[in-house]
């Protein structure tokens, strides 16, 4: 299937990975969905709360198709070699998800408190910034 997609791709004249596209989806949305949460704690700007909580719901939402393009990226380029970034990627990729999943349910945007919740998005950007990271390792070596 991967080849079918890729080789469909390239008849159309898309010769790139699709990963790193998508990749911006859910860094963009934690990176965002943390700055708005800590700006919520500044006087006259606690609406930003609800912002960041938007965030998170764009975020999780953007992990699947990345994930999966990621998958295809693997399976094409690195030959689905099992090679400790990618496990260390796909580990990254299932917390972050059940992370973004426990905001999700937890939060409660109108009264944002300086709480576990508040630490749950604070833990998200550093899952984001080892997914970026370890990306970045494979990519670029
Ligand atoms: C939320 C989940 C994920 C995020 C945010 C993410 C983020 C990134 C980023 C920022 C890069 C660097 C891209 C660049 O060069 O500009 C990257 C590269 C890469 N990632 Fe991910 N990643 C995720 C999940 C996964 C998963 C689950 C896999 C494998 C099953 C994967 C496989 C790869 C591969 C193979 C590369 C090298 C570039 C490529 O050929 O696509 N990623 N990732």
């Keep these: 299937m991967t080849e079918i997609i890729f080789?469909?791709?390239n008849k159309i004249g898309f010769a790139h990975p699709l990963h790193p596209a998508l990749t911006h989806i859910p860094m963009?949305?934690?990176m965002g969905a943390v700055t708005f949460r800590m700006a919520s704690f500044?006087?006259?700007?606690r609406?930003?709360?609800k912002t960041g909580y938007h965030c998170v719901i764009l975020g999780l939402l953007g992990i699947f198709p990345t994930a999966f393009a990621g998958y295809l990226d693997w399976q094409h380029t690195y030959?689905?070699?099992?090679?400790?970034?990618i496990i260390l990627k796909?580990?990254?990729?299932?917390?972050?998800?059940?992370v973004l999943v426990s905001i999700a349910y937890m939060d409660d945007p109108e009264t944002p408190k300086f709480d576990k919740k508040t630490l749950f998005y604070l833990v998200a950007v550093l899952l984001a910034i080892g997914l970026g990271f370890s990306g970045g390792?494979?990519?670029y070596g």
């Design 137 to 139: 390792e494979l990519q």
């Design 42 to 45: 500044l006087p006259k700007l």
């Design 7 to 9: 080789e469909f791709l």
């Design 28 to 30: 963009g949305m934690v």
């Design 47 to 49: 609406f930003l709360a």
């Design 79 to 85: 030959g689905g070699n099992w090679e400790f970034l």
């Design 90 to 98: 796909m580990v990254l990729a299932v917390i972050l998800t059940v």
